[in-house]
């Protein structure tokens, strides 16, 4: 089962930032799948792993470095 996670910033875009994000996440086998950015003041990346163990550690190194994370929550 696949399990996924939710991180929201404050607009405006930040393409270097989600790159970070990006290379984070991977080393969880994580993969940002979709970016919604038709939000009214923030930008939201979501990012499937393939398990719910990786993508917990992925939420934690990511809330400790300052993000906003919703989930993990299966997928």
């Not at 290379?23 to 792993?49: H, M, N, Q, W």
Request: proline share 5%; aromatic share 10%.
């Amino acid at each position: 089962m696949t399990a996924m996670i939710e991180i929201y910033y404050k607009k405006p875009e930040d393409l270097r930032r989600e790159e970070l994000t990006r290379e984070k996440v991977a080393t969880y086998d994580g993969e940002i799948t979709y970016r919604e950015i038709d939000l009214p003041d923030s930008v939201c990346l979501t990012v499937e792993f393939p398990d719910w163990e990786r993508a917990e550690q992925a939420t934690t190194e990511l809330r400790n470095s300052g993000e906003h994370v919703e989930g993990p929550s299966d997928y």
